[in-house]
């Protein structure tokens, strides 16, 4: 098998040709390019086109669906992930044990109130079983 290497522009236009997706609606593309932008962080978005002028910027692929909100839906996942906009939370109680966790929060917002609402839970249970700390003082 010969290997071909050819252009964003070139791969775009095979994308048209090719009718993979007779449910797009007319005119609507459906592949968008994204853009990776990469300087003190990473930033993704979807482009139109293949046309990029910043040097510390680029095409990193191309991400195509049956319609844009497919592929924008999509793409704000993926999105969050690659923005480290994903959070995991670990409650533990005062000795350090771990209560309860959640992970795979998008957005920190979110992650907080997760947090807020799993420690306000936590707070809400009987505290069965529960054994004081043995005091250190010393009484005479």
Known sequence: MTKETITYSELARR?????????????QPVYKFVRWYEHSGVVVSL????????????IAGV??????????FAFEEWKDYIEGNIFYIVVKDPDGEVIDSLG???????????????????LSKPRTGHKPKP????HK
């Open 63 to 72: 991400i195509y669906g049956e319609t844009t909100d497919d592929i924008e």
């Open 104 to 122: 795979y929060i998008r957005g920190y917002e979110q992650a907080e109130r997760e947090a807020m609402a799993l420690i306000d839970y936590e």
């Open 15 to 27: 994308l048209d040709d090719c009718k993979l997706f007779n449910n797009a609606p007319e005119g």
């Open 47 to 58: 482009r139109d086109d293949d046309h990029v002028s910043d040097w510390d910027a680029g």
């Open 135 to 138: 005091d250190k003082r010393i």
